[in-house]
């Protein structure tokens, strides 16, 4: 790599650390509404809601095509979202 794709390699990723720190504040405020969303369910059975999972990753695939992202990136960065909130879910579920 010559010296100034270096230098613009070191910016960019700068760039992608800021990002991730956006997206970290993002993720835990979605973790917030998931642990008060995880407070009103009863049974462990309503942990998995297929529906709302399949209208979600619906929804994201219209919005990365209009957007111009990546229809997979942004499918298997959702699912594996929702999988890991899912799995908390089931961690920290607690019988009424």
Do not use: G, H
């Not at 990002?19 to 973790?31: A, E, G, T, V």
């Amino acid at each position: 790599m010559s010296p100034k794709n270096k230098k613009k390699l070191i910016i960019l990723r700068k760039k992608l650390d800021s990002l991730d720190n956006k997206l970290l504040k993002i993720i835990k405020k979605r973790y917030k509404v998931v642990q008060n969303v995880l407070s009103l369910k009863e049974k462990k059975s309503e942990i998995i809601d297929k529906k709302r999972i399949n209208i979600i990753l619906k929804n994201i695939k219209i919005k990365s095509k209009k957007n111009n992202i990546d229809v997979n990136i942004t499918n298997r960065i959702w699912k594996s979202m929702i999988s890991a909130f899912i799995n908390y879910e089931y961690r920290n579920f607690k019988k009424k």
